[in-house]
């Protein structure tokens, strides 16, 4: 007797309850897939995104809006902050390295940064053509903006005022126009997500009262008093800073410094909530899943008594016929199993499109996570425990009381 040919030919006879069941398990490990491979990539692109960088100062306002706003490009920043200020804190002896920030403008929903070279060098980006900006109005595009908005070297485009209108939202800088000189190769970090320019390139834009008509000199003719940045991404000089630097700058300036590695974790905290709702949600599925297999194989069994009394009088033996059950239990739980994380990685990658198309963080469905061998291996078991009862009743089964009753 082939206990794989029985099973099937048995599950095919009622294939709406064997699909229910199915659907039922596929669901739970489908929601337990896509939570697992979105927050990993999502908690892993973040990690790398701020890697490096010590403390940010912004506006006062929001810690956690200055770490969103100025590592992820995904808020609107707190406000701006002088740039003399800024230029007396990079001078701070525990500061080591301090990275420029001007937000003001975007392309097409994109943001465009203002900053130095510092802040390529820091994600470790490489040119895939061109070169780096060297005067305001040049630009240097990331690999994503380069691929969805179709701009070459040589192109020429205007911003729009804000962090996320898109062409024809907001006010247009007309007569602004910056020229792409470069566009990096992917790095898999916020880079990839951003315009890239000259800080002066967001003080030329926008410093149309002060009727500076050469705008390679900007930085030299703007008073240094109307001068500002968004925020500054600093790395400290020693361990003692991470204790007195920010509420140095807290206490005495009026800008707001913001430690990433706290926010960060803050804001995984507050995620986490969610995602365990949803993962208790999932399980539960599952567990009601398992039930469900429970009972169509108990009915089944109910059924199948006196077939399971004629193969007995055929030569199976008891082991045989609990083995038969337990295998129809594996069978359903494995074909779940499979459904799901199909099904889990799809709904990833359709969650990857519409953050795409939010000019959000990416995430894709195409991946593997090493953890998703334990769904596989928590489906079986539910599978083989909600079989355990009626292989356990199958193994018991009397002949001679069966048959007689036919």
């Known amino acids: 007797m082939n206990l794989a040919t029985v099973s099937l030919a048995y599950l095919r006879a009622r294939a709406l309850s064997t699909a229910l069941n199915v659907l039922l398990l596929a669901l739970g490990i489908a929601t337990i897939t896509l939570l697992l491979l979105a927050t990993s990539q999502l908690e892993e692109r973040m990690q790398r995104d701020a890697r490096g960088i010590d403390l940010v100062v ?30 007396e804190l990079a001078r701070h002896r525990m500061v080591k390295k301090v990275i420029p920030l001007a937000l003001a403008d975007n392309y097409r929903g994109h943001r465009i940064v203002g900053t130095n070279h510092d802040y390529v060098a820091h994600y470790n980006a490489r040119l895939a053509q061109g070169r780096l900006w060297q005067a305001p109005l040049e630009a240097v595009l990331g ?64 410093a149309d009262q002060y009727d500076i008509k050469d705008v390679a000199r900007v930085a030299e003719l703007m008073p240094d008093d109307e001068k500002e940045l968004t925020a500054l991404l600093i790395q400290y000089a020693s361990p003692l800073a991470v204790a007195m630097l920010p509420r140095y700058i807290n206490q005495n300036s009026a800008m707001q410094a913001a430690s990433p590695a706290y926010e960060t974790a803050r804001l995984f905290t507050i995620i986490g909530v969610g995602v365990d709702v949803l993962r208790a949600f999932a399980l539960v599925l599952i567990i009601a899943a398992g039930l469900s297999v429970f009972i169509a194989l108990y009915n089944a069994l109910l059924e199948r008594r006196y077939d399971l009394a004629v193969m007995r009088t055929l030569g199976a033996s008891p082991g045989k016929l609990m083995a038969l059950m337990l295998f129809e239990g594996a069978l359903l739980a494995g074909i779940g199993a499979a459904l799901g994380l199909a099904l889990g990685h799809v709904l990833t990658e359709a969650l990857g499109y519409a953050f795409k198309a939010a000019k959000q963080v990416a995430v894709t469905g195409w ?3 090493n953890s998703e061998i334990w769904l596989i291996v928590l489906a079986l078991a539910v599978g083989v425990v909600a079989a355990l009862l009626p292989a356990w009743r199958a193994y018991r089964t009397d002949i001679a009381g069966t048959l007689a009753r036919g």
């Open 58 to 87: 912004g506006a006062k306002g929001s810690p956690m809006q200055i770490i969103l706003s100025s590592i992820y490009q995904l808020d609107v920043p707190t406000g701006n902050v002088s740039w003399k200020q800024a230029q």
């Open 143 to 206: 690999a994503e903006i380069a691929a969805q908005t179709g701009l070459a070297m040589g192109a020429t485009f205007v911003g729009a005022h804000g962090m996320g209108a898109g062409e024809g939202e907001g006010v247009m800088h007309e007569t602004h126009s910056y020229r792409v000189v470069g566009v990096l190769a992917p790095t898999g970090t916020v880079v990839d997500r951003v315009v890239l320019t000259d800080v002066a390139s967001v003080w030329a834009v926008h």
């Open 367 to 369: 991946t593997w996570h």
